[in-house]
């Protein structure tokens, strides 16, 4: 049970639906005239009646895979799903080189090892296009004794639009090859995505996964749960609003529904 009885947010709603019972509760033993027998058996099965709701709010609290939340003009649903079979432009995070060969330095299950899989036939023309799209970006120069790869780094946080899909410059790459966001890089590349996400999206529906979930290294070990709510968080304070028609839709892989609170998430939202 990921949702414990006493979590704060299956209290909260426990308590909002028994003030209701309790207010009903007391207006009809308070006006209308019952035997102490009868108001005692009232008694009890009012008691019963709040322990079967709080037993309901707790198994629909750890059944829940999807919440619909608002951020100034912004519909956000979270949800568990597929983020390649979901609608709108979807975003799919790559390390800051934007690699479009996997040569043993990305992991095949990771959404970028399965992009380039996708696109394997098509390799030289989408690194032709990347690199055509960003010329005129901001770019960080060339890799330092990098013997797998491209060449060319990007800030952080750019994105690339390519048949529908928004590629993002998420991770880092070290001397070793592995991805990470330490220091700084974390909150710079949040800012520069929302503002990026904000110019793509043209009105349309934007899709994206629980970003940082792989192998990407933090200075601190996140939780999904964390991570997702670092998405919402940096969205509300970037100041982005997509279009009314827009919806952001954050994606939740399958295996990581088990770790996710989804009523929990409601706490970003400007309708609580």
Same mark, same amino acid.
């Given at each position: 049970?990921?949702?414990?009885?006493?979590?704060?947010?299956?209290?909260?709603?426990?308590?909002?639906?028994?003030?209701?019972?309790?207010?009903?509760?007391?207006?009809?033993?308070?006006?209308?005239?019952?035997?102490?027998?009868?108001?005692?058996?009232?008694?009890?099965?009012?008691?019963?009646?709040?322990?079967?709701?709080?037993? /309901?709010?707790?198994?629909?609290?750890?059944?829940?895979?999807?919440?619909?939340?608002?951020?100034?003009?912004?519909?956000?649903?979270?949800?568990?799903?597929?983020?390649?079979?979901?609608?709108?432009?979807?975003?799919?995070?790559?390390?800051?080189?934007?690699?479009?060969?996997?040569?043993?330095?990305?992991?095949?299950?990771?959404? !970028?090892?399965?992009?380039?899989?996708?696109?394997?036939?098509?390799?030289?023309?989408?690194?032709? !296009?990347?690199?055509?799209?960003?010329?005129?970006? *901001?770019?960080?120069?060339?890799?330092?004794?990098?013997?797998?790869?491209?060449?060319?780094?990007?800030?952080?946080?750019?994105?690339?639009?390519?048949?529908?899909?928004?590629?993002?410059?998420?991770?880092?790459?070290?001397?070793? *090859?592995?991805?990470?966001?330490?220091?700084?890089?974390?909150?710079?590349?949040? /800012?520069?995505?929302?503002?990026?996400?904000?110019? !793509? *999206?043209?009105?349309?529906?934007?899709?994206?996964?629980?970003?940082?979930?792989?192998?990407?290294?933090?200075?601190?070990?996140?939780?999904?749960?964390?991570?997702?709510?670092?998405?919402?968080?940096?969205?509300?304070?970037?100041?982005?609003?997509?279009?009314?028609?827009?919806?952001?839709?954050?994606?939740? !892989?399958?295996?990581?529904?088990?770790?996710? *609170?989804?009523?929990?998430?409601?706490?970003?939202?400007?309708?609580?």
């Amino acid at each position: 049970m990921k949702i414990k009885p006493w979590d704060r947010y299956v209290i909260k709603k426990f308590f909002e639906i028994f003030a209701i019972l309790a207010t009903l509760f007391s207006i009809w033993v308070a006006f209308f005239p019952i035997s102490d027998e009868t108001r005692k058996n009232s008694g009890i099965v009012f008691l019963s009646v709040c322990v079967a709701i709080f037993v /309901a709010v707790l198994i629909f609290a750890n059944l829940t895979q999807k919440i619909e939340l608002k951020i100034r003009n912004t519909k956000i649903i979270v949800r568990v799903g597929d983020i390649w079979e979901s609608s709108g432009k979807k975003v799919i995070p790559m390390n800051e080189y934007y690699d479009t060969e996997n040569l043993g330095i990305i992991s095949e299950r990771s959404l !970028h090892g399965q992009f380039i899989e996708r696109y394997k036939d098509k390799e030289k023309e989408l690194y032709e !296009h990347i690199v055509q799209t960003l010329s005129s970006r *901001n770019i960080k120069g060339a890799a330092l004794k990098r013997s797998k790869g491209k060449n060319i780094r990007y800030d952080l946080g750019t994105i690339c639009e390519y048949e529908g899909f928004l590629l993002l410059a998420y991770t880092s790459f070290d001397k070793d *090859n592995m991805a990470n966001l330490y220091g700084d890089k974390c909150p710079r590349c949040y /800012a520069n995505m929302w503002h990026e996400i904000d110019i !793509h *999206n043209n009105g349309e529906s934007i899709s994206m996964p629980v970003l940082g979930t792989g192998k990407t290294r933090f200075d601190k070990d996140y939780k999904p749960q964390e991570l997702l709510e670092m998405l919402l968080f940096t969205f509300r304070m970037s100041g982005v609003n997509l279009e009314r028609r827009a919806t952001l839709n954050i994606i939740v !892989h399958e295996t990581m529904a088990k770790d996710i *609170n989804f009523l929990r998430l409601k706490n970003f939202s400007d309708r609580g």
